[in-house]
T-cell receptor
């Protein structure tokens, strides 16, 4: 089965460090999402792209977070500088952006801890 | 604005009991999709089902069944004869528009189900 691949699976780093999370969407999927999961807020959308162009990044703190798609097979989410409140599980999901398409498929997540 | 409410936060049952997970949604769109995802203890999110707003037929898949009622804006999920492997957090989600999942999802807070042997 095709899967969304996220790296790293776990990341522990100190406050102030740059963090980069990567996502390889399912081949042929042109829509990529970044979600964050915390105990307090649950699952919330940070940003999403279609055909590598950002469609909505209103959920993302702009001062420290950035999301990009350098090519169709790679999406990145960066935090610089990181803060303890960024500790969460970050999920990437992908979907095919057309009518009657398949639902979003999620990666296994990156569990981020900022000390 | 879109909103998904899962009023139950945690349920504990004994194996073989039936359990229903409630989901109530709010949307101003006439075209939308509803989803259920499962998050087992290992942490991944697993897609279970998708329904569109024009299809109110109930669906059954093995021990799982879903009841969609537009009149009450509800999309409830029932597990029949629960098993220990059903223990997980279950999320209900909504996406507006006609694209069936390639628009952003709004999730409920999730409901933790524990099935005891």
């Amino acid at each position: 089965d095709a899967r969304v691949t996220q790296t790293p699976r776990h990341k522990v780093t100190e406050m102030g460090q740059e963090v980069t999370m990567r996502c390889q969407p399912i081949l042929g999927h042109n829509t990529v999402f970044w979600y964050r999961q915390t105990m307090m807020q649950g699952l919330e959308l940070l940003a999403y792209f279609r055909n590598r162009a950002p469609l909505d990044d209103s959920g993302m703190p702009k001062d420290r977070f950035s999301a990009e798609m350098p090519d169709a097979t790679l999406a990145t989410l960066k935090i610089q500088p990181s803060e303890p409140r960024d500790s969460a599980v970050y999920f990437c999901a992908s979907a095919k952006g057309s009518y009657n398409n398949q639902p979003q498929h999620f990666g296994d997540g990156t569990r981020l801890s900022i000390l | 604005a879109q909103k998904v409410t899962q009023a139950q936060t945690e349920i504990s049952v004994v194996e073989k009991e039936d359990v229903t997970l409630d989901c109530v949604y709010e949307t101003r769109d006439t075209t939308y999709y509803l989803f259920w995802y499962k998050q087992p203890p290992s942490g991944e999110l697993v897609f279970l089902i998708r329904r569109n707003s024009f299809d109110e037929q109930n669906e059954i898949s093995g021990r799982y069944s879903w009841n969609f009622q537009k009149s009450t804006s509800s999309f409830n999920f029932t597990i029949t004869a629960s098993q220990v492997v059903d223990s997980a957090v279950y999320f209900c989600a909504l996406s507006e528009g006609a694209q069936g999942g390639s628009e952003k999802l709004v999730f409920g807070k999730g409901m933790k189900l524990t099935v005891n042997p």
